[in-house]
């Protein structure tokens, strides 16, 4: 290891860590500049600052690392930034905007570390769409040299494509004749869905190596505007003043500061402020116990914005993206995440009310938004998902999600012998109802009430009560409710279950239960695409020694298995 997110903090397995924290002092790949309303993501990879050794980042070509500076970016746009209107997305070398995922990096990687980093870079530039569709950010790409696989995926994920026309600058999306891979990070469907190539002229340009340039590469609809090399800059500067003056991001005064994450690792698990993580080794279980806010809302959003990441609210969503990313990149042999929680739920719905009262503050908007993005991250995360409502839990508003993004929830029925806590409640809040939608467009409870509306109807009719295991189970917001003679057993038994089956078919049964109803470009990317990529990446033709990914670069044509499976 050599890059500067994988502090030497050893695994249990005996490997380093990979951390998903940084800051722009410490970004390798990435320059943020900030000029008034416009900001400059200047892509200028170190070819030396790979996250693993074996291969250099040529190119301007991208592993893990590249793409978690890129992420830690976004974040600060929307909380350090709120001036910002517009976003410049630029290679900072000559004659290449970004040759896409390294492919030495591909070749080396385990099946695991493939497939999630495929996922991360796919939730990175859907946040990127977010950013512009929810915080009022547009972004522009400005191509300048050759924009190639994931590089163009990148462009993809911007609402306007510029191509400098000079002869020689491209897009492309080579991954099938030269790998004989997919494009992993929505190429395909942002391609058909989101700019409506026509197919016959998506089949072509997806098959072909050297990629579409200029006027053809505007008349099919794959860049948004050609400009000539000599009037570039200048077209560039006035399309983000353009951009600027018709966004609407209002001007929301200073921001606040992400201040880095303070996290105790042990051998068996991570303690942060506002959560814990525990491993279970030999069980193959995390628990995951969110910790509710230990002082009461603040008098007024002033005070809230002087808080800053220490808000509680902002401070838990932060902490649990980074353990549910630790789980998924650090932790392959986990099974099951079972989610846990402590406090005072009426505290809880006390934050979900100054939420809701202060919603048109800039700040609240942001982290609405925010614990949106990671309560997506938890439904696209390949474990078995549990949640334990039990006595001293305080599963409210915000934090009654996880009951709903769970495979299955268990509530605990009355009291246990010779234990004090209050009683296990469930509290649903105005956010459960529309503020954090699923990658199908749907809220939890929405998907989960496909069958008949009216069941969401007595639900939302529900809301600001606390409701206990029986209520919970009337109105279906729990799977079972359990006494204190059943609790130990049946969740024993779902968790050694869990342990026991397949986990490539639990993979794909969780993927499919989780996401009913309609479905969306984002999650046609995490599901079509995602699913096809994954057993791509598991067949001879592309990783096998003959294969595709293997002999690239060698001089040797691959050799593949010819039958049509």
Partial sequence: MAHAHAPERPLANGQTRIDFQTEPSRYRHWKLNIDGDVATLLLDVDEKGALFEGYELKLNSYDLGVD????DAIERLRFEHPQVRVVLLRSGKPRVFCAGANIRMLAGASHAHKVNFCKFTNETRNGLEDLSENSGLQT?????????GGGYELALAADYIMLVDDGSSSVSLPELPLLAVLPGTGGLTRVSDKRKVRRDHADFFCTTEEGVKGKRALDWRLVDE???GSKFEDTVTARAKEFAAKSRRGHAGPGIKLTPLTRSFTANGVDYGSLAVEF????????????GPAAPPPASAEVMTSLGAEFWPLKLARELDDAILN??????????????SSGDPAEVVAYEHFLEANKDHWLTGEIRHFWKRVLKRVDLTSRSLVTLVEPGSCFAGTLAEFAFASDRSYMFLGQRDGDNKPSATIALSEANFGAYPMSNGLTRLGSRFLADPADLEAAKSEREKMLDAEAAQRLGLITFALDDIDWDDEVRVFLEERASFSPDGLTGLEANLRFAGPETMESKIF????????????????VGEDGALKRYGTGQQPVFDTRRV
């Avoid at 978690?68 to 992420?71: D, F, P, T």
């Avoid at 279970?280 to 910790?291: E, K, M, N, V």
């Avoid at 789980?327 to 846990?340: P, Y």
């Fill in 280 to 291: 279970d080794r030999g069980g193959r279980i995390a628990t995951i116990t969110l910790r």
């Fill in 226 to 228: 050609v400009v000539p």
């Fill in 140 to 148: 522009i790409c400005a191509i300048s040299g050759t924009a190639a």
């Fill in 527 to 542: 599901a079509r695409l995602t699913a096809w990529q994954n057993w791509i990446f598991q067949r001879p033709n592309a």
């Fill in 68 to 71: 978690i500076e890129l992420a």
């Fill in 327 to 340: 789980i998924r990149l650090n932790e392959f042999d986990v099974a099951a995440i079972v989610f846990k």
